[in-house]
């Protein structure tokens, strides 16, 4: 099946600083990539996907960009926020067809500092 | 906005004991997941659900954890008896199309379990 993996944290900056997590992924095809954020305590949250290779996918002002040459799906931020602080996913579906689970990686916790 | 449901968010149980979740998802939604996720780690299926039916259950450690959605809206999973290494959060997804991988999943909040 597919996989995924992601560069270990933690991760620690200072606000304003400049954020990339790398992802990159194992795959047959071209599956729909994501980013999922996870707060303290809380559950996953959808952050950004895409659908096909070089697609962009962006929200609050994080960008990740589906890379098929590179095999990648880095995140980015220009500017990180102490709000941003958590954990983030790269995930993608299991298999290429039918009703498929996402795989997630081991996971980057940020730590954003004021 | 729709959300998954999930309760109780926190359970602590002694060793040997029963302990259940349930969950509710998105209405609509024709695919339900349960996910475990070990502190520092990212979470791993445990089993999924279509309408009614599991599509895949082949990480479910069977001897101890049961799963089901009887009338293919929510669910409930049990784990009976409770181990020390069970200690985890259960989270509770769900998507809206069965037809198709790239779904994007939607989770609940989670529910925490120690086992003591």
């Known amino acids: 099946g597919n996989s995924v993996t992601q560069m270990e944290g933690p991760v620690t900056l200072s606000e304003e600083a400049f954020l990339t997590i790398n992802c990159t992924y194992t795959?047959?095809?071209?599956?729909?990539l994501f980013w999922y954020v996870q707060y303290p305590g809380e559950g996953l949250q959808l952050l950004l996907k895409?659908?096909?290779?070089?697609d962009k996918g962006s929200n609050k002002g994080f960008e990740a960009t589906y890379r098929k040459e590179t095999t990648s799906f880095h995140l980015e931020k220009g500017s990180v926020q102490v709000s941003d602080s958590a954990v983030y996913f790269c995930?993608?579906?299991?298999?290429?067809?039918?009703?498929?689970?996402?795989?997630f990686g081991k996971g980057t916790r940020l730590s954003v500092i004021a | 906005e729709a959300e998954v449901a999930q309760s109780p968010r926190y359970k602590i149980t002694e060793k040997s004991q029963a302990v259940a979740f349930w969950c509710d998802p998105i209405?609509?939604?024709?695919?339900l997941y349960w996910y475990r996720q070990i502190l520092g780690q990212g979470p791993e299926l445990l089993v999924q659900?279509?309408?009614?039916?599991?599509?895949?259950d082949s990480q479910l450690p069977k001897d101890r954890f049961s799963a089901e959605r009887l009338k293919g809206v929510d669910s409930t999973l049990k784990i009976q008896p409770a181990e020390l290494g069970d200690s985890a959060m259960y989270l509770c997804?769900?998507?809206?199309?069965?037809?198709?991988?790239?779904?994007?999943?939607?989770f609940g909040e989670g529910s925490w379990l120690t086992v003591v």
């Open positions: 997804a769900s998507s809206l199309d069965k037809r198709s991988s790239g779904n994007t999943i939607y």
């Open positions: 795959a047959t095809g071209y599956p729909s």
């Open positions: 895409a659908t096909k290779a070089d």
């Open positions: 995930a993608l579906p299991a298999r290429n067809s039918g009703n498929t689970p996402l795989v």
């Open positions: 209405s609509g939604h024709a695919t």
């Open positions: 659900f279509q309408d009614e039916s599991v599509v895949d």
